[in-house]
């Protein structure tokens, strides 16, 4: 059975629609395209696309799982009817566990895959119900939300409508900005374990290395300097992997064309609100992509430099010529360069990493190197400052994280330093003890040595505990 797909409205059509949704039978599924063209005002037109991604493999799961034949369960089936539908999803499909909280809701543990994956699913479907229930598609609250949030909300928004005059927005300055709530209450039906996002730390210098190690085990006819490219640029960007390939030749050119480039970020909807930074040598190899590959996939032919020409005469806009195209002439997607490029090398060389980790592996690079050549606190204060505003990160909160992990890793190699000292004065001391019981004698300068070492107290870690305090523990007296 084919599966559903989407593709992105030709810019001759006539209709309003972004993306044009199709079933397993190649006809137009209206609900999922009208959520496409409703999503594409509230979310970036990318992460639609991943929301669609995310989607599909479940309709077609839906028209043809046999259990949900014969029960016919459809998408628009009442709500206790779809949330069981994608409870047996993620158990039979996608291998979760799912377990019934006291408080009605459903709790969801990965055992395999990504748990960014599922909950991008999650939130995709979430909002897919949304859209559907406020254009009247589907008659019922939404399945997705816990039913006690959803009453919790309807309340709220009755109570909300009284006589006095409408609140003006808190950017306006007129009134006070709302308080924030210290506390987070979801309203998801399904809700992950250990939910909790925790950037990981990668701190192996040799992580690129490996990855493009397992590249090169790759039968890449056509694609090796465009996937490499997107390589490097994910390891000395630190961008996501939408950033990197949603590049246009334009955000490149805007800046030079040489070790910068414009990009959006998340959240940003497509506009350019961040840098990317990158190595003299990146600007070699891109041009050398531009003009030996790519040449190959693009529609018009053009080298780099006839690009320039074209576009200094007006004759075409370069915010619209993607860097990095498929074989097909189309701009690479994140989904594609996964499981064309970045997955098949991970299993070539024998280890498993998402793609995401590339950027957690340069911030823990950056904040390594700060720590470790700034010549004061106030630098490396001003340098973490930096790093956030190159990272465009929302708050500090993020980059706390990576500091107690270098914080606790300072701890620790001062204990190695005590311990080496410690053993090494234990070694010494056996030796002066061994070679005075076989009976030879024993020098005076180590005699002399040995006392002093007796003498000396041991030494201690600025923050270490009383070591006699530590023996009275452990009932040593």
Not at 325 to 354: F, M, S, V
Request: aromatic share 10%; hydrophobic share 35%; charged share 25%.
């Amino acid at each position: 059975m084919k599966s559903y797909w989407f593709t992105p409205r030709p810019k001759e059509a006539e209709h309003h629609h972004p993306f044009l949704v199709f079933d397993s039978s190649d006809r137009l599924h209206l609900p999922l395209t009208i959520f496409g063209k409703e999503a594409i005002h509230r979310l970036s037109p990318t992460t639609v696309q991943t929301y669609l991604h995310a989607l599909l493999p479940f309709f077609t799961w839906l028209d043809s799982d046999v259990w949900q034949v014969r029960a016919g369960v459809r998408w628009d089936a009442p709500p206790r009817q779809v949330r069981q539908a994608v409870e047996d999803y993620l158990v039979s499909k996608l291998r979760c566990k799912v377990q019934l909280h006291q408080q009605g809701w459903r709790l969801v543990s990965i055992t395999t895959g990504a748990r960014s994956s599922l909950q991008i699913l999650l939130s995709a479907l979430k909002m897919f119900y949304q859209i559907m229930a406020t254009r009247g598609l589907y008659p019922f609250l939404n399945p997705l939300v816990e039913p006690a949030s959803a009453t919790v909300a309807t309340v709220e928004a009755r109570l909300a409508q009284n006589d006095e005059a409408p609140r003006m927005p808190d950017r306006s300055g007129v009134e006070a900005p709302q308080k924030k709530p210290t506390h987070r209450l979801s309203d998801h039906y399904f809700q992950l374990k250990h939910e909790e996002w925790i950037p990981q730390i990668l701190d192996d210098p040799k992580l690129p290395a490996l990855i493009l190690q397992g590249g090169k085990q790759l039968p890449l006819k056509y694609t090796r300097q465009r996937d490499e490219m997107v390589t490097w640029l994910l390891f000395e960007t630190g961008a996501r992997i939408s950033e990197v390939t949603g590049l246009m030749l334009g955000d490149w050119v805007s800046l030079g064309a040489h070790t910068q480039a414009r990009a959006f970020n998340k959240g940003s909807f497509g506009r350019r609100t961040k840098v990317l930074s990158f190595h003299q040598d990146m600007v070699v190899l891109l041009r050398r992509y531009f003009d030996q590959e790519r040449i190959r996939f693009d529609q018009r032919g053009y080298t780099l430099d006839d690009y320039l020409l074209q576009a200094s005469h007006q004759h075409v806009d370069l915010q619209g010529v993607p860097l990095f195209l498929t074989a097909q002439g189309t701009q690479l997607t994140p989904k594609q360069y996964r499981e064309h490029y970045w997955n098949p090398a991970c299993q070539a060389i024998g280890i498993e990493a998402d793609v995401h980790q590339a950027r957690h592996w340069l911030v823990t690079r950056l904040v390594r190197d700060i720590y470790e050549t700034a010549k004061s606190k106030e630098e490396i204060e001003q340098r973490l400052r930096g790093l956030v505003e190159y990272m465009k990160w929302k708050s500090e909160e993020t980059l706390s994280v990576y500091q107690h992990y270098f914080d606790e890793q300072s701890d620790a190699e001062l204990r190695d330093a005590f311990h080496r000292r410690l053993h090494e004065e234990l070694r010494q001391y056996l030796e002066e003890y061994g070679s005075r019981t076989r009976g030879k004698p024993v020098s005076p300068k180590h005699r002399r040595k040995a006392s002093s070492l007796a003498s000396q107290p041991v030494k201690q870690l600025p923050d270490e505990p009383d070591l006699a305090f530590l023996y009275r523990l452990g009932g040593e007296v």
